[in-house]
């Protein structure tokens, strides 16, 4: 059984970093792809960015491109979001979702390509 666990969120003033991080267990890390996921109140879930399988290709949304970057160290099956500059408009729940596709060699954004997610964490950034 899949389980992801996202954890780092918290309460922020602008302009600060956050580093969210996201396990899983049950699959493979090293041969999967991974998104991040946000979504604020009264809105769809969004595409953040993510990381293929390789850890060699990320891609990120445009309103967080020169802010907010992905990495991810397989010897401990864990995702980084480190988010620099945050602004108010970032407040969301963040969540972590792997891709099913086995080494996928690109990096989609489309949230109903993923199967396994996590419960997701809280950011909010005060003005």
């Known amino acids: 059984q899949v389980h992801v666990v996202e954890s780092g969120g918290g309460l922020v003033q602008t302009g600060d970093s956050l580093r969210l991080s996201c396990t899983i267990s049950?699959?493979?890390?090293?041969?999967?792809?991974m998104g991040w996921f946000r979504q604020a109140p009264g809105k769809e879930r969004e595409f953040v960015g993510g990381i293929d399988w390789s850890g060699t290709s990320t891609s990120l949304a445009d309103s967080v491109k020169g802010r907010f970057t992905i990495s991810k160290d397989n010897a401990r099956n864990t995702m980084y979001l480190q988010m620099n500059s945050l602004k108010p408009e970032d407040t969301a729940v963040y969540y972590c979702?792997?891709?099913?596709?086995?080494?996928?060699?690109?990096?989609?954004?489309?949230?109903?390509?993923?199967?396994?997610w996590g419960q997701g964490t809280q950011v909010t950034v005060s003005s």
């Open positions: 049950g699959r493979t890390f090293s041969r999967y792809a």
């Open positions: 979702a792997s891709d099913p596709l086995y080494m996928r060699a690109i990096v989609v954004g489309d949230p109903s390509e993923y199967d396994e």
